[in-house]
């Protein structure tokens, strides 16, 4: 199959490239490297069918790629720290970059069309577990807009394109995903937790810690964006991608000391604007439409990165 992947030098875009590697797959990247990583490229195998393209896919011309079988749409600063550095490029990568990938996607007579929403689009949710008909919850002008708004900006019109041209796309909202090829310094919780534990520095958790996320590592990630792709029939859905075992930040602080038998303490700092209380998906569409569902306990995914952050940065 040919497969195109934007983003595809990032965290989850890396391994999904590595997947379809291992499939035997021909596959393009697009990644302009504002938050992803060469060296998530580089140590990629079985890469002879690797075309990687570093280019903006809001100013990329298209007209040069071949058809694909799937594109996965993946490009976008994801973590807190990187969306509010990169506030401009966050919203015009998923206005300006998703209408661009829209257009080439209908133009090319491609084949499938996956883009990766999030969780986010609920905001601070007072609907628990999320379910995909909740509307969500956001502040437009918060400091957390620049990729909430954006990412439903980006779904309003994946959704228009749909209904105007019948094109085959489908959404995944993907719940906070860890796991090989996180940054180190994108300041998202695991990398930060991890990294504080292994290199004895303090745990920052925000807040009381009392807040709650839902974790899923990233090898059940990836099997639920290819079941997306590849699934007859869902045109036009939108699906939730996550692990629905629900923690509070303060436990995950805990069970990362205790994995990595850390003399670190826990200190606590002022909690940003708009942080989400809680956040839990509701699976039970995927389960239907795509017959998955994480399998990766927490405890063996945290094992599996701990090793990776060792490896990688120590
Ligand atoms: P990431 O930052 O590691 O990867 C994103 C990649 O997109 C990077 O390699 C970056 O360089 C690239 N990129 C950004 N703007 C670009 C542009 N204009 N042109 C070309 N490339 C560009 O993030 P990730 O965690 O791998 O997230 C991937 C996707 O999944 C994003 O769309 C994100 O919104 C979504 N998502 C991730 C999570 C998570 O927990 N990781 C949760 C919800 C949604
Ligand atoms: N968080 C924390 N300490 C950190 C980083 C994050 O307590 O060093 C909290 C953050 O306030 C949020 C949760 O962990 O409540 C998840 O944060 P992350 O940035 O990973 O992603 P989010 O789910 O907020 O997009």
Avoid at 45 to 69: C, G, H, Q, R, Y
Avoid at 120 to 126: F, I, M, N
Avoid at 130 to 143: A, K, L, M, R
């Amino acid at each position: 199959m040919n497969i195109l992947i934007t983003g595809g030098a990032g965290f989850i875009g890396s391994n999904l490239t590595q997947y379809h590697l291992n499939l035997n797959d021909d596959i393009y990247i697009i990644d302009n490297l504002v938050t992803g990583n060469k060296k998530n490229i580089e140590e990629l195998t079985n890469k002879k069918k690797l075309t990687f393209i570093e280019a903006d896919i809001t100013s990329f011309d298209f007209l040069k790629l071949p058809v694909f079988d799937v594109i996965y749409h993946l490009a976008s600063p994801a973590s807190p720290v990187q969306y509010k550095k990169y506030n401009i490029e966050t919203m015009m990568t998923n206005s300006l970059g998703t209408y661009k990938m829209l257009e080439f996607f209908k133009s090319s007579g491609s084949k499938t069309f996956v883009i990766s929403s999030t969780s986010e689009t609920y905001g601070d949710p007072l609907v628990h577990p999320q379910t995909e008909d909740y509307w969500g919850n956001v502040n437009p002008v918060g400091v957390r807009s620049c990729y909430d708004e954006a990412k439903r900006f980006s779904e309003a019109l994946v959704m228009s394109y749909y209904r105007r041209y019948d094109l085959n796309v489908r959404i995944a909202r993907i719940f906070n995903t860890y796991g090989h090829n996180m940054e180190k310094n994108d300041g998202r919780v695991v990398s930060n937790f991890i990294m504080q534990s292994i290199t004895n520095e303090p745990l920052t958790v925000y807040g009381k810690g009392d807040q709650t996320r839902s974790f899923c590592f990233v090898s059940d990630m990836i099997e639920g964006l290819y079941a997306l792709g590849k699934t007859d029939n869902i045109k036009g859905e939108v699906i939730n991608l996550g692990n629905p075992n629900e923690m509070t930040v303060l436990k995950l602080a805990n069970l990362v000391k205790k994995m990595t038998d850390t003399k670190s303490e826990i200190v606590f700092k002022p909690l940003d604007e708009d942080d989400p209380k809680k956040r839990k998906p509701d699976i039970s569409k995927a389960k239907k439409l795509l017959n998955w569902q994480p399998s990766v306990s927490i405890e063996e995914g945290m094992r599996k990165t701990i090793v990776y952050f060792k490896q990688r940065f120590l």
